[in-house]
Nanobody
Framework: EVQLVESGGGLVQAGGSLRLSCAAS????????IGWFRQAPGKEREGVSC????????YYADSVKGRFTISSDNAKNTVYLQINSLKPEDTAVYYC???????????????????????WGQGTQVTVSS
């Protein structure tokens, strides 16, 4: 059974940092890409970052480049999302998701689209106060 469990969310002041974790199980981690998505109230789910577990390639939405860093610990089947310089507009539920990694045939522009991912975690709330 595929399981993705997020943790690390919380309430933080603007300018602060958080590190979110996504612990994965039930599949061959190295064969998958893990994405981070977020959804704010009343808004559509937004892809923010993705990492290929096989080669560590990373992808970021333009809106988070320079503040978000994705990384993986393949020995622990865990992906992290470091979020720095948090802003109130970062407030959202953050989800991790997993998809088989299609390598070079999976265009980078598709790697942050939610329907590309079959498996989802339950989400972790990030709230940034001003």
């Amino acid at each position: 059974e595929v399981q993705l469990v997020e943790s690390g969310g919380g309430l933080v002041q603007a300018g602060g940092s958080l590190r979110l974790s996504c612990a994965a199980s039930g599949f061959t981690f190295d064969d998958y890409a893990i994405g981070w998505f977020r959804q704010a109230p009343g808004k559509e789910r937004e892809g923010v970052s993705c990492i290929s577990a096989s080669d560590g390639s990373t992808y970021y939405a333009d809106s988070v480049k320079g503040r978000f860093t994705i990384s993986s610990d393949n020995a622990k089947n865990t992906v992290y999302l470091q979020i720095n310089s948090l802003k109130p507009e970062d407030t959202a539920v953050y989800y991790c998701a997993a998809s088989p990694d299609y390598g070079s045939s999976w265009h980078s522009s598709h790697r942050l689209i939610s329907y590309e991912y079959a498996y989802w975690g339950q989400g972790t709330q990030v709230t940034v106060s001003s």
